[in-house]
T-cell receptor, first 115, second 116 residues
């Protein structure tokens, strides 16, 4: 079955440190992948997306993600974390065909930022 | 950018009553809207896909008679939780897909439903 997995439930980093949030996908066809951020009690904000082309994708708020087909991964990175980045992050994706338009979400990773 | 609103942002209702949640695409037309449910500390679970002018498609295990979805226009979809019970308490989030940009969904801010 098509799926998206985020292995880390909770990550803690110090402000100013680098960040990498992991996401693995399981799709038969080329996936369309997204990273969203959710603050407590809020909806989801799109950070970045990958459809095709350049495998290194730049997003908002200084985030980037790299699509690696060989590793079935789409990890989110930020070189220097700010306290305001503390939130929950969701990786999501879908392939075309019968799953067209239906996003599958990972379990989410809660990011805590220490001052 | 594309903006999706939801109303109300939070609602408290008594057990047995019905509550309606609205999802609006403010600056674009959305042929398709999606309704998700999110339990505390969990991921989003797709409940149904709402297409303008046609019946919604529900995911397996979602009671269509309990969660009524109407998508009467290209900018409005509603979710009505009928005969609500405490176990229906949850965070409901809608998203809208912009016509012509098939792979992107824009999410609303969510509605916190508490059934007492």
């Amino acid at each position: 079955a098509q799926s998206v997995t985020q292995p880390d439930i909770h990550i803690t980093v110090s402000e100013g440190a680098s960040l990498e949030l992991r996401c693995n996908y399981s799709y038969g066809a080329t996936p369309y992948l997204f990273w969203y951020v959710q603050s407590p009690g809020q909806g989801l904000q799109l950070l970045l997306k990958y459809f095709s082309g350049d495998t290194l994708v730049q997003g908002i708020k200084g985030f980037e993600a790299e699509f690696k087909r060989s590793q079935s991964s789409f990890n989110l990175r930020k070189p220097s974390v700010h306290w305001s980045d503390a939130a929950e992050y969701f990786c999501a994706g879908y392939a075309g065909g019968t799953s067209y338009g239906k996003l599958t979400f990972g379990q989410g990773t809660i990011l805590t930022v220490h001052p | 950018g594309a903006v999706v609103s939801q109303h109300p942002s939070r609602v408290i209702c008594k057990s047995g009553t019905s509550v309606k949640i609205e999802c609006r695409s403010l600056d674009f037309q959305a042929t398709t809207m999606f309704w998700y449910r999110q339990f505390p500390k969990q991921s989003l679970m797709l409940m149904a896909t709402s297409n303008e002018g046609s019946k919604a498609t529900y995911e397996q295990g979602v009671e269509k008679d309990k969660f009524l979805i109407n998508h009467a226009s290209l900018t409005l979809s509603t979710l009505t939780v009928t005969s609500a019970h405490p176990e229906d308490s949850s965070f409901y989030i809608c998203s809208a897909r912009q016509e012509g940009l098939s792979y992107e969904q824009y999410f609303g801010p969510g509605t916190r439903l508490t059934v007492t």
